[in-house]
């Protein structure tokens, strides 16, 4: 049973756009929420992060949406550069410090 | 560099057989977890430990075992070997173990022939 799921494989914007990568999960225990980024042959590295507190948290270039009542959250990254293309993935965390990822969200900026 | 480590980088195997990964957290990092990555899926949470003990389960099979010593190096041990459990094995490490950032290493990548 998938509690976190990330419908679109897939991704391509121009470079210097906004690129908008999307997530939805069921269980309304999760409290916690993060983006990691993958490149290919490394391990996922940590990008941002949310608490359900909170409806939107930005670092720079990325920012995070979570919106409680549709279960959704989104990573919005703006102006996308070629650099950002990866594999994305969305992750929850709940009340018994279990981590639920996504399968993630290839990007692809174009030049 | 994550400052996690991982050991193997590949290993390949035959059915039925027993291996072990290694995983050397962050220094400073007490929590431990272990995911499995099969082709084109996400991330499946294993396991983890907080300084030597157990402290939540995922979706781990029975064949499958895991232990953090008290250097807190994490070993996970697949026996049994499938060829369904070819995939990608990572450790992930974070201070204290609740929502905490974890920092991934680069995976083991298991192949069962």
């Known amino acids: 049973d998938q509690q976190v799921k990330q419908n679109s494989p897939s991704l391509s914007v121009q470079e210097g756009r906004i690129s908008i990568l999307n997530c939805d999960y069921t269980?309304?225990?999760?409290?916690?929420f993060l983006w990691y980024k993958k490149y290919p042959a490394e391990g996922p590295t940590f990008l941002i992060s949310?608490?359900?507190?909170?409806d939107k948290n930005e670092d720079g270039r990325f920012t995070v949406f979570l919106n409680k009542s549709a279960k959704h959250l989104s990573l919005h990254i703006v102006p996308s550069q070629p650099g950002d293309s990866a594999v994305y993935f969305c992750?929850?965390?709940?009340?018994?410090?279990?981590?639920?990822f996504g399968s993630g969200t290839k990007l692809n900026v174009k030049p | 560099d994550s400052g996690v480590t991982q050991t193997p980088k590949h290993l390949i195997t035959a059915t039925g057989q027993r291996v072990t990964l290694r995983c050397s957290p962050r220094?400073?990092?007490?929590?431990v977890y272990w995911y499995q990555q099969s082709l084109d899926q996400g991330l499946q949470f294993l396991i983890q430990?907080?300084?030597?003990?157990?402290?939540a389960k995922g979706n781990i099979l029975e064949r499958f075992s895991a232990q953090q010593f008290p250097d807190l190096h994490s070993e996970l041990n697949l026996s049994s070997l499938e060829l369904g459990d070819s995939a990608l094995y990572f450790c992930?490490?974070?201070?204290?173990?609740?929502?905490?950032?974890?920092?991934f290493g680069p995976g083991t990548r298991l192949t069962v022939l």
């Open positions: 992930a490490s974070s201070a204290s173990g609740g929502a905490d950032t974890q920092y």
């Open positions: 269980n309304s225990m999760f409290d916690y």
């Open positions: 949310i608490s359900s507190i909170k």
């Open positions: 992750a929850a965390n709940d009340n018994f410090n279990k981590f639920y």
């Open positions: 220094s400073g990092d007490l929590s």
């Open positions: 430990y907080y300084n030597g003990e157990e402290r």
